[in-house]
């Protein structure tokens, strides 16, 4: 994907998403801004790990 069509599906997805929780994205965003980039691919790989093992954590959590 190209970065204009990045924005375009990101806008897509902020435009339905609740307003309580864009407040929340935009400080994520800018957080994530000030970070070095190997920091923020560490954030990213384990947020796909994460996401990838839910299942199995919320087993484990129980």
């Given at each position: 994907?190209?970065?204009?069509?990045?924005?375009?599906?990101?806008?897509?997805?902020?435009?339905?998403?609740?307003?309580?929780?864009?407040?929340?994205?935009?400080?994520?965003?800018?957080?994530?801004?000030?970070?070095?980039?190997?920091?923020?691919?560490?954030?990213?790989?384990?947020?796909?790990?994460?996401?990838?093992d839910k299942d199995?954590?919320e087993k484990l959590?129980?």
């Amino acid at each position: 994907m190209t970065k204009t069509e990045i924005q375009s599906e990101i806008q897509k997805v902020l435009d339905s998403v609740p307003e309580t929780v864009l407040k929340d994205v935009l400080d994520f965003l800018k957080e994530l801004k000030e970070q070095p980039a190997d920091k923020t691919r560490l954030a990213s790989n384990l947020r796909q790990i994460l996401a990838d093992d839910k299942d199995l954590l919320e087993k484990l959590a129980q």
